[in-house]
């Protein structure tokens, strides 16, 4: 096995192209033969235009990674693909709500329901409407695509950044099987298993797989003397296909994944307080004599927390699909994708420990708070094209796309202030929600000019119908409280019909050798700040986001297949950029969604492989970028600094990842894989408003691994993690009341493990 795949893997981590979720049932199958009849050569068989082609050969970027390589490395989630792939960060949160996905240093930096992510997660070609619900686990999985740029032609409205494409595994016509175990210091554990064949000979196949992983916590609560910000998780995927070779192929899919998490809502790096709207930076001695009471000294390494409780979140999302392909005469191809999906999500957080307010130095003016709050979203999609058969002049696919997505939120804060020293609680409810309906047509076409030049035109137009409701009731004074405002209901709605599309050119400078230039407009719809504190001013609906970007690549192979490589540069404009600004309302600091102006990304990306010897191989990505704020529009009835020129948060100027496996043969069937990998981020910026406390410095992370594995089916990998042991935030936010927090990811310190893992 170790032997079998150690090149395809390689390749997948390097690998530049336009990607997505594979068409009919039986194509997966005729895809999964070619990628094993092109294992010697290394290519990759994708179906990005809903027909087979070369990864090499399809002009737009994108890198890919394998599911076995995933789990090789411990990645196990959307998040983590980040420390791997230069293009990807991710803002960390205490609970999925607050979770998202970055790609050339553009994201959403909000949690309002009213706002669709900027960077799509779609799963086995079905859109996922909210960016918690891309925290899934990557159970089942066969590859894992990064579509770097605007991809709204075949993606649709809230991909203007980007794209996740997650294509899980087939069934097989044969019975096999999958096991996999894996233990690592601090107490994780992963244990899973899949299980395909044929339930009727050459007619129905299935798939059955199930996970169940654990981890302990890296940090400590003070007040429980618990360890946190671990995670319990458990699911299962089941796969149905009908293909008896005749003209209609149906498959059948369901999934479900429960994550229970103990992030705490923030660990105090500094007591500093940002005074809006100048931005400035001043100490908070009430803030800092409570954290010294408490045990806590704020720092760059604090994995400390003082909570009067662990703030907990359980996530269930689950969903099913049903894919109808009918093979028409003249190999013309009809695709039906149904489905249905379902995001719960409860969080219980703490603010800071109540017990506290009565430390030394604690002012009348403190506050302590808890939140609890529910989500749940609901989401039917359905999706029906045209593809038409390949090798014509022009080559093409229309459709047409239907989306339903619902989502209610209840959110529940308490609020403790103390009084003439003197404890006061206040309870606020707030009931809000948003439904979006989405009905786009869509068509992209191929037109071969020859067999070395040929250009690329595509459109998606798009009606949005999105509208709100919010309610909140709060026994507070006519003046709020800090984190709590007075009542209010609003409700409100809008509609919009826009477009986004594609044009480029390709030419072959040689069979192994692709150039390409592409102008894409992406379109992000209308938006809605709907949040626990909204106000009256919030009901007006934001204008939409757009982007305008302009690629240039050159992708290929040379010196028969030894260096494999893909190089990008792109030129990306933003107007109408939906962002969070933070606001202070009574002391605390809530945030408000605006319309933040115009920004711009621009940079240079590289993917490549180098194969000196048929067992040694090293692999590099590494992106340049330069992502900025063009002009600044200051949310109306706010001071604020003049930010232009100033960085994109979650934008680091450079990032690289190197990755090197030799392979040495130990006769018959064996042999040991000795792998190692460094990913270098440059200093990142996580605030909009460029708070200098929330600058995490530039930092490097080594791993390594050796492997001992069989053709039979068998491997069994050590792994060590961080083997510097370097301690670096994931994410460094404005605390909810004053200081600057942290969040603390799992490589923060060296750790150690072990993978087995047995296909039969």
């Not at 040929?454 to 003046?479: C, E």
Request: proline share 5%.
């Amino acid at each position: 096995m170790l032997i079998k795949n150690s090149y395809r893997l390689a390749l997948a981590v390097t690998t530049s192209a336009l990607a997505m979720s594979f068409g009919p049932a039986a194509e997966a199958q005729e895809v999964a033969q070619a990628q094993e009849e092109t294992e010697a050569t290394d290519e990759i068989v994708v179906t990005a235009r809903f027909r087979e082609e070369s990864l090499q050969d399809v002009p737009i970027a994108i890198t890919a990674l394998s599911g076995d390589s995933l789990a090789e490395k411990n990645l196990s989630t959307i998040q983590d693909i980040s420390r791997s792939v230069p293009t990807v960060d991710f803002r960390d949160g205490s609970s999925n709500k607050d979770r998202t996905i970055f790609v050339r240093g553009v994201g959403t930096i909000t949690t309002s329901p009213g706002v669709e992510a900027s960077v799509s997660v779609v799963l086995d070609g079905v859109v996922l409407t909210r960016p918690g619900q891309a925290t899934l686990d990557l159970l089942d999985v066969e590859r894992v695509e990064v579509l770097r740029g605007p991809q709204g032609t075949l993606f649709g409205k809230n991909a203007s950044a980007g794209v996740i494409n997650v294509v899980t595994k087939k069934p097989t016509r044969e019975l096999s099987g999958e096991l996999l175990a894996s233990y690592f210091s601090g107490g994780e554990i992963r244990v899973g298993g899949r299980i395909s064949g044929p339930i009727v000979a050459d007619k129905l196949l299935f798939s059955l797989s199930a996970l169940s992983a654990k981890f302990d916590g890296n940090q400590v609560n003070l007040t429980t003397g618990n360890d946190v910000n671990g995670y319990k998780r458990y699911g299962g995927r089941a796969k149905l296909v009908y293909d008896d070779g005749g003209p209609v192929q149906i498959a059948l899919g369901m999934d479900y994944v429960r994550t229970l998490n103990d992030t705490p809502n923030g660990t105090f790096v500094s007591s500093t307080r940002v005074l809006f709207p100048t931005n400035a930076l001043s100490p908070n001695p009430t803030l800092a004599a409570i954290l010294a009471a408490g045990g806590i000294t704020p720092s760059r390494t604090n994995r400390t927390v003082r909570s009067s409780f662990d703030s907990r979140v359980a996530d269930r999302n689950y969903g099913g699909s049903a894919q109808i392909d009918i093979n028409l005469p003249g190999d013309f191809g009809i695709t039906s994708i149904s489905a249905y999906r379902r995001w719960d999500n409860v969080q219980t957080q703490d603010y800071d420990s109540t017990d506290r307010l009565t430390a030394v130095g604690a002012a009348s003016s403190q506050v302590a708070g808890a939140d609890v709050g529910s989500v749940e979203t609901r989401q039917f999609s359905q999706e029906l094209r045209l593809t038409s058969p390949a090798g014509n002049t022009v080559d093409y696919v229309v459709g047409g796309y239907y989306l339903d997505a619902t989502t209610d939120e209840l959110y529940r804060r308490t609020i403790t202030r103390l009084e003439a020293g003197v404890p006061v609680v206040y309870p606020g409810v707030a009931d809000y929600g948003i439904t979006n309906q989405n009905l786009a047509l869509f068509g992209e076409a191929t037109i071969n000019f020859s067999d070395s030049f040929r250009a690329l035109i595509g459109a998606r137009i798009i009606n949005d119908k999105l509208s709100f409701r919010h309610q909140r009731t709060s026994p507070v004074p006519p003046g709020g409280v800090p984190g709590i405002t007075p009542n209010i209901s609003n409700r409100g709605e809008t509609s919009r019909t826009d477009w986004s599309g594609r044009v480029g050119l390709q030419y072959d400078l040689s069979p192994d050798l692709h150039s390409y230039f592409t102008v894409s407009r992406g379109y992000k719809g209308q938006a809605y700040n709907v949040s626990f504190n909204m106000t009256q001013a919030a009901t007006q609906a934001l204008d939409p986001e757009t982007a305008v970007a302009f690629e240039l690549g050159l992708k290929g192979s040379v010196f028969d297949r030894l260096l494999t490589f893909g190089v990008a540069a792109y030129d990306t404009k933003f107007e109408g950029f939906q962002a969070n600004f933070p606001a202070v309302f009574l002391g605390a600091i809530s945030t408000r969604l605006t319309n933040a102006g115009t920004v711009k990304a621009r940079g240079i990306e590289l993917d490549a492989t180098l194969r000196p010897t048929d067992n040694f191989r090293i692999s590099t990505a590494m992106a340049i970028t330069d992502a900025k704020i063009a002009r600044f529009i200051c949310p109306s009835g706010t001071t604020c600094p003049n930010f232009d020129g100033q960085p994109l948060p979650f934008a680091p100027k450079f990032k690289a990842n190197v990755d090197a496996t030799y392979t040495i043969p130990l006769g018959d069937d064996l042999a040991i894989e000795l792998n190692t990998d460094y990913t270098y981020k440059g200093k990142t910026q996580y605030q909009i408003t460029q708070n200098p406390d929330t600058i995490q410095e530039a930092y490097g992370i080594w791993n390594a691994s050796i492997a001992l594995g069989s053709d039979s089916g068998w491997e069994i990998r050590g792994v060590v993690k961080n083997i510097t042991d370097k301690d670096y935030s994931s994410f460094l936010a404005n605390g909810n009341v004053s200081g600057v927090v942290r969040y603390v990811p799992r490589d923060v310190s060296r750790y150690f493990g072990v993978i087995a893992k047995m296909n039969f």
